[in-house]
């Protein structure tokens, strides 16, 4: 049986419902029935329901890769999970205020890369960014001196509101690995810049690229 006949059927028996019940009953069969089919037929759908075009359209496919190593997937989920916020204030109590921290030397700026995300996402998958991660947690714990502000940026996409909310979820894991890796959660702050800071001002899947990114600033007391 078709979905035209299933349509036919559904139709018939909205005598009940007013008209524009029925047209939206009709759609909404319309929708699933379809997707059923096409489901036989290998396609795939997204689940996340959209509310306006402001909203972000998804994953570009070309530039999704699921991980892979098996000896991440732990560390990344243990990483994933709320963290406690510094005790501190900045600009309080002897903690240095936000507008103090610098971006590291050049002596420095190995223990200190960017990080970058892919779409929509807020874990780090690249197998290499995780060990420079790492490394600086032990470069962290070895300096009890540095305090670190982590900051999330997005690419232009979706609404500032969303974005922000991203940029931040993004900083907030980078700082959760680090803290499950030994360092003084004391030390480390967040904050988000959404889109508001690109370092790619062009609107290429590239230029997207190099914005969804995490970077460092220091304090060194």
Known sequence: MNRWIWLSLIFACGCAHNS???????????????????????????????????EFLGPND???????DADLKNLLAAADGAIPQPRGIPGEK????????????????????????????HVVRERSEVQSLLR???FLKEHPNIYVVIEGNCDERASASYNMALGMRRANFVRSLLVKNGVDLNRIYTISN????PVAIGHSAEDWKQNRRGEFRIFEK
């Open 20 to 54: 524009n019940q029925t047209w939206e009953d009709m759609k909404t069969a319309g929708r699933y029935m379809g997707r059923g089919f096409d489901a036989l037929l290998g396609k795939e759908y997204e689940s996340r329901m959209l509310s306006s075009d402001e």
């Open 62 to 68: 070309e530039e999704f890769l699921p991980l892979r």
């Open 94 to 121: 002897g903690v240095p205020s936000l507008k103090d921290f610098y971006a590291p030397s050049s002596i420095l700026r190995s223990f200190f890369p960017t990080i970058h995300f892919e779409t929509d996402d």
């Open 136 to 138: 600086l947690a032990s």
């Open 194 to 197: 959404g889109k508001e800071r």
